[in-house]
């Protein structure tokens, strides 16, 4: 299919931030009424954030495996439709809050229904979902195997992280690893099938977006949690010490985000012996993510030529120093296994002269924030007349306040540069930057659905160098009127953003 223009536009929001009366946003209604909405407003890109089961926090960026799916959105609405659950199933169902999601509550109502699914299916197997789970098993064994049996010994250590498990499995051979797995067979076997319906459900979905011309942009965080089965299978590709615990850990020195820095304390990266093995543990990752969505994202691009290393114990990230990634070795032979890359490159935060080198040397687009332009009075990298084409525009991320609450917090002067800069009162500073977004040569727009529908700061998704009460921000779709919609499909037609056939 050939377009006239290769501008584009897009909705960032995540999947459990969707209407749904079981507690959190799932794969099910209410994300293909959200597909219809993109289609009716004349957008092309869904950008999610990434799809992981979560772990303390509830954060996406911290998951128990990079290959996993999050099973608190799988459907089930659509367990009813595929006869995996019946009604009385779901009598009873729990009061939730509409607006934001108690994951606590959640878990402890969506997880016993997931297991009724399994025994549903045990006790009822039709030959074609027989079928279609021994296939997935098959094709996915290389990640879901180890996921599974992890899940399953973590459940059974009173999840405790697995360099806390018996010293047998927490540091296991090929032979204890078999004994734990015939010990653990039906919990192993549980893990496997919610998999399989999370990706079923899934790629459901992404057939539903694709025949709309909707295309979903995946994030890849460049870090991994340490309790996850990724760091447990894989200990030989992180700095470890004896013990098994993390002897350096990522972060980011202090910036706008955080005065101390932002402690993630990920384990980082063996570079050295993760080249020594072509990367492959890296490519696995890279490619079964693309088969999952359109485009990546890539968290923390930056790292890729230089991240910021914290000793393990540390009480903030101030005194890390900063070590050499992998560079352009990594994305060239990333290329020469994967082929070209449909990569979007996160290079915001303290950016040097050589991470652009990397990422203009590998033609990536980098990220524009139009907040981060308003932040001083002062000229920024990130004010609309000095975009370049190959970049990706938006109002604010996940992590920014919500437009109308970054506005409410800005200084007088810096609300005078906006309100000169935009020609405007102020009055709908969302709608400026929206405008602006759109009108940038950057060839991809994204606007979060919050400055969409016009929600203040009590209304954000993330606060950075929080580790609790994130990530629970809901919305429901009549909460964005006609007339916005109507709007939006104009300023996307105005600013050549509109898919249009040649």
Same mark, same amino acid.
């Given at each position: 299919?050939?377009?006239? $223009?290769?501008?584009?536009?897009?909705?960032?929001? %995540? !999947?459990t931030?969707?209407?749904?009366?079981?507690?959190?946003?799932? #794969?099910?209604?209410?994300?293909?009424?959200?597909?219809?909405?993109?289609?009716?407003?004349?957008? &092309?890109?869904?950008?999610?954030?990434?799809l992981? !089961?979560?772990?303390?926090?509830?954060?996406p960026?911290?998951?128990?495996s990079?290959?996993a799916?999050?099973?608190?959105?799988i459907?089930?609405?659509?367990l009813?439709?595929?006869?995996?659950?019946?009604?009385?199933?779901?009598?009873?169902?729990?009061?939730?809050?509409?607006?934001?999601?108690d994951?606590?509550?959640?878990?402890?109502?969506k997880?016993?229904?997931?297991?009724?699914?399994?025994?549903?299916?045990q006790?009822?197997p039709?030959?074609?979902?027989?079928?279609?789970?021994?296939?997935?098993?098959?094709?996915?064994?290389?990640?879901? +195997?180890d996921?599974?049996?992890?899940?399953?010994?973590?459940?059974?250590?009173?999840?405790?992280?697995?360099?806390?498990? @018996?010293?047998?499995?927490?540091?296991?051979?090929?032979?204890s690893?078999?004994?734990?797995? /015939?010990?653990?067979k039906?919990?192993?076997?549980?893990?496997?099938?919610v998999?399989?319906?999370?990706y079923?459900?899934?790629?459901? #979905?992404?057939?539903?977006?694709?025949?709309?011309?909707?295309?979903?942009?995946?994030?890849? !965080?460049?870090?991994?949690?340490?309790?996850?089965?990724?760091?447990?299978?894989?200990? %030989?590709?992180?700095?470890? &010490?004896?013990?098994?615990?993390?002897?350096?850990?990522?972060?980011?020195? *202090?910036?706008?985000?955080?005065?101390e820095?932002?402690?993630?304390?990920?384990?980082l990266?063996?570079? +050295?012996?993760?080249?020594?093995?072509?990367?492959?543990?890296?490519?696995?990752?890279?490619?079964? =993510?693309?088969r999952?969505?359109?485009?990546l994202?890539?968290?923390?691009?930056?790292?890729?030529?230089?991240?910021?290393s914290v000793?393990?114990?540390?009480i903030?990230?101030?005194?890390g120093t900063?070590k050499t990634?992998?560079?352009?070795?990594?994305?060239?032979?990333?290329k020469?296994?994967?082929?070209?890359?449909?990569?979007?490159a996160?290079?915001?935060?303290?950016i040097?002269?050589?991470?652009?080198?990397l990422?203009d040397?590998?033609d990536?687009?980098?990220m524009?924030?139009?907040?981060?332009?308003?932040?001083?009075?002062?000229?920024? /990298?990130h004010?609309p %007349?000095?975009y370049?084409?190959?970049?990706?525009?938006?109002?604010?991320?996940h992590?920014?306040n =919500?437009?109308?609450?970054?506005?409410?917090?800005l200084?007088? @002067?810096?609300?005078?540069?906006?309100r000169?800069?935009?020609?405007?009162?102020?009055?709908? *500073?969302?709608?400026?930057?929206?405008?602006?977004?759109?009108? $940038?040569?950057?060839?991809i727009?994204i606007?979060?659905?919050?400055?969409?529908?016009?929600?203040?700061?009590?209304?954000?998704?993330?606060?950075?160098? =929080? !580790?609790?009460?994130?990530?629970?921000y809901?919305?429901?779709?009549?909460?964005?009127?006609?007339? /916005? /919609?109507v709007? #939006?499909?104009s300023?996307?037609?105005?600013?050549?953003?509109?898919?249009?056939?040649?």
């Open positions: 299919m050939r377009y006239k $223009s290769n501008r584009r536009s897009g909705i960032l929001v %995540h !999947p931030c969707f209407e749904s009366k079981h507690g959190i946003g799932d #794969l099910g209604p209410g994300a293909y009424d959200f597909i219809d909405f993109l289609k009716n407003a004349n957008q &092309s890109y869904w950008q999610i954030l990434p992981g !089961p979560t772990g303390y926090g509830d954060s960026y911290h998951p128990f990079s290959f799916g999050q099973t608190l959105l459907s089930l609405d659509l009813l439709e595929d006869q995996l659950l019946t009604p009385d199933d779901l009598l009873g169902t729990a009061v939730f809050n509409t607006y934001e999601t994951y606590d509550l959640v878990y402890d109502y997880m016993p229904l997931l297991r009724k699914a399994f025994k549903h299916y006790n009822n039709s030959i074609d979902m027989t079928t279609a789970f021994n296939e997935f098993s098959k094709v996915e064994d290389y990640w879901l +195997d996921f599974a049996l992890f899940m399953a010994v973590f459940e059974n250590q009173g999840h405790k992280a697995w360099n806390e498990w @018996s010293p047998e499995i927490a540091n296991y051979t090929p032979a690893k078999a004994a734990w797995h /015939t010990k653990l039906y919990e192993v076997h549980y893990y496997k099938f998999q399989f319906l999370f079923k459900q899934w790629h459901e #979905l992404k057939v539903y977006a694709n025949t709309n011309n909707i295309e979903i942009i995946g994030d890849v !965080p460049i870090f991994v949690a340490y309790n996850s089965a990724d760091v447990w299978t894989n200990k %030989h590709l992180f700095y470890l &010490s004896e013990d098994g615990l993390p002897s350096e850990v990522a972060g980011v020195p *202090p910036d706008y985000f955080a005065a820095g932002q402690l993630w304390g990920n384990p990266y063996n570079w +050295d012996v993760c080249k020594s093995q072509e990367y492959v543990w890296w490519f696995s990752r890279i490619s079964h =993510t693309l999952c969505v359109d485009a994202r890539i968290d923390h691009f930056r790292g890729f030529e230089s991240y910021w000793p393990y114990g540390a903030n990230a101030i005194d900063w990634g992998p560079g352009v070795d990594f994305f060239i032979k990333l020469e296994t994967l082929g070209d890359l449909p990569i979007i996160e290079d915001l935060g303290i040097t002269k050589e991470v652009v080198k990422r040397t590998l990536l687009p980098g524009n924030v139009l907040q981060f332009a308003f932040m001083d009075v002062g000229e920024s /990298t004010l %007349h000095n370049k084409p190959n970049s990706v525009c938006y109002t604010g991320t992590d920014n =919500t437009t109308i609450g970054w506005y409410s917090e200084s007088d @002067s810096c609300k005078d540069k906006f000169r800069y935009f020609n405007t009162d102020g009055g709908s *500073p969302q709608w400026d930057l929206i405008r602006g977004c759109l009108g $940038s040569v950057s060839k727009a606007i979060p659905i919050q400055d969409i529908i016009g929600q203040d700061g009590s209304w954000r998704m993330n606060m950075p160098g =929080t !580790p609790t009460g994130n990530w629970r809901r919305f429901k779709l009549n909460q964005i009127n006609e007339l /916005t /919609t709007y #939006l499909q300023l996307t037609k105005l600013y050549g953003r509109n898919i249009e056939k040649v």
